[in-house]
């Protein structure tokens, strides 16, 4: 076990690598730099911001000195933000971040099994149809449409929640439900058609030949089977769940990561983007290293750690 | 003898998108205590779904009992809930299946799928229940209970959950056991132990065995008596010897002489029974069997069979038994087996309406 965590930590760390380089070049590569926008600025002064930054050393020197500081955890000074580093920033706005897509992974993980259960278990009734509408509901109508209809029918008219803004619980609901919408759909469809597969399983048969109710047959013998695939979108889930705050932080006004992110991108923030992409993706390759833990756990078949070898 | 089972004229369909299968066309049958019957048929005859009617385990819907009963010790198992078919379950009637490999759960413990009976049905408490599950695994002969009871489905082998498969459906000392094909997925070997197990298992529990195959070596194996069953009829019934010495239907015929044996010269060949069986969303009229049937008289193609006694035990449809019908020249491969058994009547005679 120690040493199959080892080894993905090092295929994180190579990941990463790779990560950063592409980032790195894929910046460099397109058109403009930070000053851009700012037509008038006389040569002098622009030389003297490019030399501040390091933007006039050559390439290899400005990689081989971005990966040091990475390594470092140090991720550069902002160049918009002025006197913020982008370390600043991510310590600032990834705890709001966290929270919010903490909550739309719970919210999703919660509705969409229990309506993906319900559907299974009433297969081809109305609850089946009517949870499926609901999730191809949810699967169609992007989360930003979704938000501004929370806004207006739960914010504006009924005046339950506030409109944007971050602050208390209930500033975190609205967000929360427009980023969890289409996850809950697709565990809700995932659970519903692992379920239906397992609930076919000889097993089943055999649960149901000992006698047992149907609700013991579902918690005890259908569920846990039928959640592996559940767990294992758990990954993407994370990805999604964090792209998807990019948009939905923006229409809420969060202060979240995910805002930094969009404003860096048009505002060739260099840093921020490189910055946020990096730490991104060290949260995303540990859900996944994360996932990968809980699989073996949840599933004995899958034994961690042994190699192809044959252990 | 005393009944355990009665089940008459049941009747079994499944709504599919063509149209309505009548998987179970109105079997009657009866089980007595401590007695094994054998089921035998080809893939799709209806054995199963019969059986599993029995404990009622076919999904409804979109399966359906259209007619019949279902008398185990005088109650009829058809007219009851689902909530009460779960005290039936497990504890007057339990099952195995033919694939040991996927009728245990992979991500539970092979001790708590045990215990699990023993809890719903006789309400012991968790380290009773431990005790007597360990009982179990080494009544059904897994060595090592102990540590066994905490592996996985996976650390077993096909013989080892085989075994593990039968705890489960004796734990609650029930007094029927349906053995689904329970050698079909195991290697000749383990069959042969499993077989031995289970007939072992009987004589000690007493219970009723039915037990479905399509395996003729089997049946001669274990059975008291056999039922063979063809597009959801049972076509012939009677003792083991009566359907391996003296069978009388065309189908039964078929089923012999496509079984090899030790005995057989270079030259003999074995004969199959050539076409496929009857699509059940439209039975034939006439006998469903008459289209594969080279024996197959000319009223086969218009009117059912009724069935005919042979023997106290032997019953058998096919209208070859009527007085009239022409006397015919048997297979080879049956003809050589078959011996004059003392229980026949001199002549078949109509039974009535009772198998």
Redesign the interface.
């Known amino acids: 076990m120690v040493k199959y965590i080892g080894r993905r930590l090092l295929y994180i760390l190579l990941s990463l690598w790779l990560i950063i380089t592409a980032t790195f070049f894929l910046m460099r590569l397109a058109p403009g730099n930070p000053f851009t926008s700012e037509k008038q600025l006389p040569p002098e002064i622009k030389a003297n911001l490019l030399a501040h930054y390091g933007l006039d050393q050559p390439w290899y020197a400005q990689y081989g000195d971005y990966l040091l500081k990475v390594l470092q955890w140090d991720f550069g000074p902002s160049f918009k933000y002025k006197s913020q580093t982008v370390n600043d920033l991510i310590n600032t706005g990834f705890p709001v971040s966290l929270v919010l897509g903490l909550e739309a992974i719970f919210l999703a993980l919660a509705v969409g099994v229990i309506l993906g259960v319900i559907a299974a278990l009433k297969h081809n009734r109305w609850q089946d149809y009517t949870a499926m509408i609901i999730a191809v509901a949810g699967i169609s109508v992007p989360s930003f449409i979704m938000a501004t209809v929370l806004q207006y029918v739960l914010a504006i008219k009924f005046g339950i929640f506030p409109v944007a803004r971050w602050g208390t619980f209930m500033h975190t609901v609205l967000p929360a439900i427009a980023l969890a919408s289409t996850p809950t759909a697709f565990i809700a469809r995932l659970t519903r058609s692992s379920m239906l597969e397992v609930l076919s399983?000889?097993?089943i048969?055999?649960?149901?030949?000992?006698?047992?109710?149907?609700f013991m047959i579902t918690i005890?013998?259908t569920l846990?089977?039928a959640l592996l695939p559940v767990v294992s979108y758990m990954g993407p889930l994370s990805a999604g769940v964090i792209t998807g705050s990019f948009v939905i932080e923006r229409i809420f006004g969060i202060p979240g990561l995910g805002s930094h992110f969009v404003v860096s991108i048009g505002n060739r923030d260099y840093t921020v983007i490189m910055g946020v992409t990096v730490f991104y993706s060290i949260i995303l390759l540990f859900s996944v290293l994360l996932v990968d833990i809980l699989y073996g756990l949840?599933?004995?078949?899958i034994k961690l750690g042994r190699g192809k070898k044959g252990a | 003898m005393e009944k355990l089972l009665e089940v008459k004229d049941l009747c079994v369909s499944f709504g599919t998108h063509g149209g309505e299968v009548q998987a179970v066309r109105g079997i009657s049958f009866d089980l007595y205590k401590g007695e094994t019957l054998a089921i035998v048929g080809e893939s799709g005859s209806g054995k199963s779904v019969a059986s599993q009617t029995i404990?009622k385990?076919i999904p409804m819907p979109p399966g359906k009992i259209t007619n019949g009963e279902i008398l185990f010790d005088g109650d009829d198992l058809v007219k009851k809930t689902?909530?009460q078919?779960?005290?039936?379950?497990?504890?007057d009637i339990?099952?195995i299946?033919q694939?040991p490999m996927?009728?245990?759960?992979?991500?539970?413990k092979i001790g708590p799928q045990i215990m699990?009976?023993l809890k719903?049905?006789q309400k012991l408490s968790g380290s009773v229940a431990k005790e007597r599950t360990i009982e179990l695994l080494r009544l059904v002969g897994i060595p090592m209970p102990e540590k066994r009871i905490n592996q996985?489905a996976?650390e077993f082998s096909g013989g080892m959950r085989q075994r593990a498969?039968i705890a489960?459906?004796l734990a609650a000392n029930p007094r029927l056991l349906i053995a689904d094909e329970p050698t079909t997925a195991l290697d000749v070997t383990i069959q042969s132990q499993i077989l031995e197990l289970i007939k072992d298992l009987q004589q000690k529990i007493g219970m009723s065995v039915i037990f479905i195959t399509h395996d003729l070596g089997v049946v001669a194996n274990v059975a008291d008596r056999v039922a063979v069953m063809y597009a959801g009829q049972i076509v012939e019934v009677g003792t083991v010897d009566e359907i391996f010495y003296d069978p009388r239907h065309p189908y039964t015929w078929g089923l012999l002489a496509s079984m090899p044996s030790l005995d057989m010269t270079d030259k003999a060949e074995l004969l199959d029974i050539p076409g496929t069986p009857p699509d059940l969303t439209n039975p034939p009229k006439g006998d469903a069997f008459a289209p594969r049937n080279r024996y197959a008289l000319a009223i086969d193609f218009e009117e059912e069979p009724p069935m005919f006694q042979v023997s106290e035990t032997h019953y058998a449809k096919t209208w070859l038994l009527h007085p009239d019908a022409p006397k015919v020249e048997l297979p080879e491969q049956v003809k050589r087996r078959v011996r004059k058994l003392a229980a026949s009547f001199d002549k078949p005679v109509l039974a009535e309406g009772e198998a």
């Open positions: 399983n000889d097993y048969k055999t649960a149901k030949a000992k006698g047992l109710s149907e005890k013998h846990r089977n949840i599933d004995p078949r | 404990m385990l689902d909530k078919m779960e005290k039936v379950r497990g504890k339990s099952m299946f694939d996927t009728s245990l759960n992979p991500t539970m699990e009976v719903k049905h996985y996976h498969m489960i459906a």
